[in-house]
Structures are given as structure tokens and as C-alpha cells.
T-cell receptor, first 114, second 114 residues
Framework: AQSVAQPEDQVNVAEGNPLTVKCTYS??????LFWYVQYPNRGLQFLLK??????LVKGSYGFEAEFNKSQTSFHLKKPSALVSDSALYFC????????????FGSGTRLSIRP | DVKVTQSSRYLVKRTGEKVFLECVQD?????MFWYRQDPGLGLRLIYFSYDVKMKEKGDIPEGYSVSREKKERFSLILESASTNQTSMYLC?????????????FGQGTRLTVV
């Protein structure tokens, strides 16, 4: 069975500081991993994905994520946070299969203070 | 740009009513998904479909059914609406080909059952 854990309900960071939003996963076989962001009253927007290859992937809005197979983690990072990054972030996983479902974590609310 | 359109942003229905939520995508995606989003629980998969007339249960299918008669349209049906089905419902779609598995989401339908 697939599962995703986001251990922090909320992360608070000062503007200009680096941020990390944590995600661990469980899936049989090789995973596809994703990060999405949700702004108030909006649908989810795709940020970035890991398929294979380089463990550090870059995505939209200056975000990046690091895949660590041994720790089954896929943490989202940004070197310098902006107030506009404040939103709800979701990690997701699917199996390496064309007809596989996508499973999401419970979400982490990121709050950036000026 | 990928467009996933959900027929209603807000719906109010009475307990016991049969409710239809419609979703249409314009990118020729093979996979389509229905999730519900509740605070603290993240996104939970109700059903997904990997081809026309094909469907698989997600993690919380009880009380729901789906229909996919055409590739671009995926309908979620609440057979007899109950108050515990009050939630935000999100539709998504994706390709089946490797490397393009990320899902694209509609704006969501906020359903209130009274």
C-alpha cells in the first residue's frame, strides 16, 4: 500500500530564511514523488516532481526537493522564503506504473512572517 | 495550458438527495481522479479511472460511485447524500505515459449537505 506522511501541520519561517517542509513516503517499487501548493480558495498547483536521476529536483517559484531513497524522504526546500510562499503544501506519491493512483499527505501549512 | 473544469464551485444539497459532480478535462488525459479534502486529513482518494469505463476504488469509496463514459468526463455520484459528505471535492487528471504522471486539478466543488 502507498502512503505519505507530512509530520508537521504547520511550519513558521521568517522572510529571507531558508525553509524545509518534510515528507516521507511508503510505496512498493520505485516511486514517483510530487509536491503541490494550494492557495486559499484555489485548486492544487503542481510544483515539482521526482521521476528518476538526479536526487535534487528544481521546480516552480524557486522551490526544490531532495529525494533520499534510504530515508524514503522527499523534503521540499527553498533557500530564501517569501511572504507570498505562505500556503498549504502537499506531498504525493504514486507507483512506477501507468495506471497507479496518486496518494497525498495530510498537508503542511507554511507561514512566512515579514 | 491544461484545463480541468468542475461544473460547480458551490453546491448545497439536502440529506438523501442523489448528487452529481461533473468534471471535464481538455488535455486527452487517460487518468482521472476524485478526491475529497477535509481539514487535517489532506486529500483522500475516492475513485480513479485509468481509461473509459474503467475505475478503481480509492481509500474512501463508501457512499460514492463514478461514471466515465467518455475520455474527457468523469462524474462523481453521491447515491444518497449525508451530512458527513459535506466537504471540498477535487477532480484531477493526468497522462499515463511515464515521465508525465503529474496530476492537474480543477478548482474544486464545495459541497454542503443539510
Amino acid at each position: 500500500a502507498q502512503s505519505v506522511a507530512q509530520p508537521e501541520d504547520q511550519v513558521n519561517v521568517a522572510e529571507g530564511n531558508p525553509l524545509t517542509v518534510k515528507c516521507t513516503y511508503s510505496v512498493s517499487g520505485n516511486p514517483y514523488l510530487f509536491w503541490y501548493v494550494q492557495y486559499p480558495n484555489r485548486g492544487l498547483q503542481f510544483l515539482l516532481k521526482y521521476i528518476t536521476g538526479d536526487n535534487l529536483v528544481k521546480g516552480s517559484y524557486g522551490f526544490e526537493a531532495e529525494f533520499n531513497k534510504s530515508q524514503t524522504s522527499f523534503h521540499l526546500k527553498k533557500p530564501s522564503a517569501l511572504v507570498s510562499d505562505s500556503a498549504l503544501y502537499f506531498c504525493a506519491v504514486r507507483r512506477y506504473s501507468s495506471a497507479s493512483k496518486i496518494i497525498f499527505g495530510s498537508g503542511t501549512r507554511l507561514s512566512i512572517r515579514p | 495550458d491544461v484545463k480541468v473544469t468542475q461544473s460547480s464551485r458551490y453546491l448545497v444539497k439536502r440529506t438523501g438527495e442523489k448528487v452529481f459532480l461533473e468534471c471535464v478535462q481538455d488535455m486527452d488525459h487517460e487518468n482521472m481522479f476524485w478526491y475529497r479534502q477535509d481539514p487535517g486529513l489532506g486529500l483522500r482518494l475516492i475513485y480513479f479511472s485509468y481509461d473509459v469505463k474503467m475505475k478503481e476504488k480509492g481509500d474512501i469509496p463508501e457512499g460514492y460511485s463514478v461514471s466515465r463514459e467518455k475520455k474527457e468526463r468523469f462524474s462523481l455520484i453521491l447515491e444518497s447524500a449525508s451530512t458527513n459528505q459535506t466537504s471540498m471535492y477535487l477532480c484531477a487528471s493526468s497522462f499515463r505515459r511515464q515521465g508525465a504522471f503529474e496530476a492537474f486539478f480543477g478548482q474544486g466543488t464545495r459541497l454542503t449537505v443539510v
